[in-house]
C-alpha cells in the first residue's frame, strides 16, 4: 500500500544553518505531496505542497520539489530561525473510492538553537 | 473563520471511565476526520465522515471507540471505557473535499 517514510529525528541545528528533511514515497500513479508542520501545543498546519512531477512547493523560506524518478519530496531551508523548531510531516495524498485520504510519515522534529 | 475547535484540550481521566472528545469543523467543509497522534504509533488515521455519514472506520482501534456526527457543525469521539493506553493527543481535521486538510489544536488524553 501506499506509504511515506521520513528521515528519522531529532535534527539539531544553529541558527542561519541549512536545512534538509528527507522524504520518499511509495504510491500507485501520481499523488499530491504535503509538507505539514507542528509548533509545540498546536495542531498540523499545511506548510506547501506539490501536486505533479517536477512542481516545486514553497513557502516560510521552506521549499520542496515532488521529484518522481526518485519517488522524493525533500524539504530544504537555506537559513533556520530559532522559530522553526517544530515537528516536521511528510504526506500524501490518497484519493480512492471517491475520497482524499492524507497518509502521514512518523514525523521529523527540528530544534534549533540561537 | 475560527477553525477547527476542540474541546477539552486536556483530559486527565482514571481507568475505566467514559471519555468523550468534541470537534466543531470549519463551516462549509464536508468532511471530518478523526487522528490520534502518539510517540510509538505517530499521526493514526481512526476514522472520517462525509456529510455526517462515516465512511471509514478501519482505523478504530476497538469497539471501546466510538465516533458520531450528528450535524454539520459537531463530532464526538467517545472512549468507554477508557484504559492507560489510550492516553494520546486526539486531532479532528475538516477538509471542503480538496486534498488539504485543516486541524484543530487536539485535545491531549491521559488516562490513569
Redesign the interface.
Known sequence: GDSVTQMEGPVTLSEEAFLTINCTYTATGYP?L?W?VQYP??????LL?A?KADDKGSNKGFEATYRKETTSFHLEKGSVQVSDSAVY?CAL?R?SGG????I????TRLAVHP | DAGVIQSPRHEVTEMGQEVTLRCKPISGHDYLFWYRQTMMRGLELLIYFNNNVPIDDSGMPEDRFSAKMPNASFSTLKIQPSEPRDSAVYFCASSPGTDEQFFGPGTRLTVL
Do not use: D, I, P, V
Open positions: 499530491s504535503f505539514y501545543g498546536e495542531g498540523l498546519q499545511l505542497k501536486t510531516f495524498n484519493f475520497y482524499n485520504k492524507l502521514f510519515g512518523a514525523g
